[in-house]
């Protein structure tokens, strides 16, 4: 079992920056790829951001492409996402989480094994 508690998320003007952070339970987390996904109101879960358990591949949803960056510090059981360029779209709930698999299935919802609680992410116009 690896638990996820996530933090970083709050208020911010549109063009502002947030930097949310994910860190882990278990030094297990080192083997596992790992994904943000957001989820605004009304809508579903969808995906962001993901990076292999090595850190040396990353996946972006076309939305965030050139914004958001994602990085993880293994020796640290963290991983980041690096918010810039906020738009009030990206208004959502902002979750972790952790897969055994790699390439492009990251980008998929059920192949996620563990969740954190989500963080709020609010940007005003």
């Known amino acids: 079992q690896v638990q996820l508690v996530e933090s970083g998320g709050g208020l911010v003007q549109a063009g502002g920056s947030l930097r949310l952070s994910c860190t882990a339970s278990?030094?297990?987390?080192?083997?596992?790829?790992m994904g943000w996904f957001r989820q605004a109101p009304g809508k579903g879960r969808g995906f962001v951001a993901a990076?292999?358990?090595?850190?040396?591949?990353?996946y972006y949803a076309d939305s965030v492409k050139g914004r958001f960056t994602i990085s993880r510090d293994n020796a640290k059981i963290a991983v980041y996402l690096q918010m810039n360029s906020l738009k009030p779209e990206d208004t959502a709930v902002y979750y972790c989480?952790?897969?055994?698999?790699?390439?492009?299935?990251?980008?998929?919802?059920?192949?996620?094994?563990?969740w954190g609680q989500g963080t709020q992410v609010t940007v005003s116009s």
């Open positions: 989480a952790a897969a055994p698999v790699e390439g492009s299935l990251l980008k998929e919802v059920i192949w996620y094994d563990f």
């Open positions: 278990r030094r297990t987390f080192s083997s596992y790829a």
């Open positions: 990076i292999n358990w090595s850190g040396g591949s990353t």
